[in-house]
Nanobody, 119 residues
Framework: QVQLVESGGGLVQAGGSLRLSCAASGSIPSINVMGWYRQAPGKQRELVATITSFSSSVANYADSVKGRFTISRDNAKNTVYLQMNSLKLEDTAVYYC???????????WGQGTQVTVSS
């Protein structure tokens, strides 16, 4: 089992920045993918960004956040970060930390953290 604890959400004005963190604990397999998804009211959960623990940390971003958000990870701390810059109103959502065990395919989710961007 893997437990995920997120932090760093909050209220920010458009154009501002926030940094999300997600720490994983429990039985952590070394080969994994961590990342972030988000869900806005009335919409489906969507990918924001993911990053692997292997192959020199390959990152993948949704087109809507490319150039504005940066995902990174500290494997020694089993923690993934999401630096969000130039935030837009449409970035408002609950952001969920994501952990996938590559070999077995198991997926774990954090409890979610609210990000609200105001005008």
């Amino acid at each position: 089992q893997v437990q995920l604890v997120e932090s760093g959400g909050g209220l920010v004005q458009a154009g501002g920045s926030l940094r999300l963190s997600c720490a994983a604990s429990g039985s952590i397999p070394s080969i994994n993918v961590m990342g972030w998804y988000r869900q806005a009211p009335g919409k489906q959960r969507e990918l924001v960004a993911t990053i692997t623990s292997f192959s020199s940390s390959v990152a993948n971003y949704a087109d809507s956040v490319k150039g504005r958000f940066t995902i990174s990870r500290d494997n020694a701390k089993n923690t993934v970060y999401l630096q969000m810059n130039s935030l837009k109103l449409e970035d408002t959502a609950v952001y969920y930390c994501y952990f996938r065990v590559v070999v077995r395919g198991d997926v774990y989710w954090g409890q979610g953290t609210q990000v609200t961007v105001s005008s």
